[in-house]
């Protein structure tokens, strides 16, 4: 069992930079792929990033590219999300999210079998 706790959320205005953490337990951090997703109020979940078990696979959704980007610590046994240039449209609750590596990295919902609680992001204009 993976358990992953999601950090770094807040309130900000439209332009500003925030940077969301999520540490995971329970799982050779290692040899887990991760996500992470976010949904805003009254949508779907949607993917915002990926990034391999070794950092060297990463991709981010079309949305939020050019001013998001994912990394990892493996020796943090943490996940991180940069996110520059926030836009009121990209207010949500966001969610870490992680699978076992020997699978890859995904951009589905389905294909993560542990989810963090989720972090509240609002940006305002």
């Known amino acids: 069992q993976v358990q992953l706790v999601e950090s770094g959320g807040g309130l900000v205005q439209a332009g500003d930079s925030l940077r969301l953490s999520c540490a995971a337990s329970g799982r050779t951090f290692s040899m887990l792929s991760l996500g992470w997703f976010r949904q805003a109020p009254g949508k779907e979940r949607e993917f915002v990033a990926t990034i391999s078990y070794n950092s060297g696979t990463r991709y981010v959704a079309d949305s939020a590219k050019g001013r998001f980007s994912i990394s990892r610590d493996n020796a943090k046994n943490t996940v991180y999300l940069q996110m520059n240039s926030l836009k009121p449209e990209d207010t949500a609750v966001y969610y870490c999210?992680?699978?076992?590596?020997?699978?890859?990295?995904?951009?589905?919902?389905?294909?993560?079998?542990?989810w963090g609680q989720g972090t509240q992001v609002t940006v305002s204009s």
């Open positions: 999210a992680a699978r076992d590596s020997m699978y890859g990295t995904s951009t589905r919902q389905d294909a993560y079998a542990y």
